[in-house]
């Protein structure tokens, strides 16, 4: 059974100027191989493939100086298709005036990349940052676990999004690549069953079985969300591997789309 809709939560693109030099850069530092060329048009030739309905675009601020042209062209893609997620850095200045803009703007989120952006995810210092988030009712979708081009780094461990997560039970917090990347097991005793939400984004091929059966069989239900990390995984096997997925069908169905409209849709 294919599901009525399927949102991708967690997918990448970059300005076609910047796009080429991006997806390079980002090959070379990983040692990874893109499924595509990283511009909007062939992530929505992709979406088409699949049969993605809506896809969040995840964009990062390595330097709080991005701001501005990082909200400039969120506001230029933004579409009944495609949902920018902008990203403010922590370390900015005027983060929390910057955070007010982008529900302003009226985004649903911003992604945050504790790697990238240099901060711990439970750091006291960043509660007024949370704080914000929580005021403006912004999903804060963040890279979590383990990162390629940062192998030895636990800035992003799920011990952390489980102290945010208490620190602020308000705030929707997501937690990437399935609660926390190559830190599978850490996700089983810290985060399952708590209210933190996990993506599937590139994770399928990566974690053992076992592990993926006990995250998927006993996280809450409503707080599983598809991704795909395009465009570093191809759509239509990401899409694939969750349908071949020996689980229940209505659940198949909350994790490719039904639960990021729910998400997507709140006030």
């Given amino acids: 059974m294919t599901p009525q809709r399927i949102i991708d939560m967690h997918a990448h693109a970059f300005p076609d100027a910047l796009a080429g030099r991006a997806v390079a850069h980002l090959e070379?530092?990983?040692?990874?191989t893109a499924a595509l060329d990283g511009t909007v048009g062939a992530l929505l030739a992709s979406m088409d493939r699949a049969g993605i309905e809506?896809?969040?675009?995840?964009?990062?601020?390595?330097?709080?100086?991005?701001?501005?042209?990082?909200?400039?062209?969120?506001?230029?893609?933004?579409g009944p298709r495609l949902c920018p997620f902008p990203s403010v850095h922590p370390a900015s200045p005027d983060a929390l005036e910057e955070i007010r803009q982008v529900?302003?703007?009226?985004?649903?989120?911003?992604?945050?990349?504790p790697e990238y952006q240099g901060f711990h995810v439970d750091d006291p210092r960043l509660e007024p940052f949370y704080r914000a988030l929580d005021r403006e009712g912004l999903v804060a979708l963040f890279h979590a676990g383990h990162d390629i081009g940062f192998p030895d780094s636990d800035r992003a461990a799920p011990q952390r999004f489980l102290a945010l997560h208490r620190a602020f039970p308000g705030l929707d917090v997501v937690a990437s690549h399935l609660g926390g990347f190559r830190r599978w097991s850490e996700v089983a005793e810290h985060l399952v069953g708590t209210g933190v939400w996990l993506d599937t984004s590139y994770t399928l091929g990566h974690i053992p079985p076992p592990l993926l059966a006990e995250i998927l069989g006993y996280h809450r239900p409503d707080r599983l969300l598809f991704g795909s990390d395009s465009p570093w995984v191809d759509q239509v096997e990401a899409v694939a591997g969750i349908l071949a997925l020996n689980l229940p069908e209505d659940l198949k169905e909350r994790i490719l789309g039904a639960n990021a409209a729910a998400l997507l849709r709140r006030t």
């Fill in 54 to 78: 809506r896809a969040v675009i995840c964009s990062i601020a390595t330097d709080p100086g991005q701001f501005r042209a990082i909200l400039r062209w969120s506001a230029a893609i933004a």
């Fill in 28 to 32: 070379r530092q990983g040692g990874i």
């Fill in 103 to 113: 529900a302003a703007a009226g985004f649903r989120g911003v992604k945050l990349h």
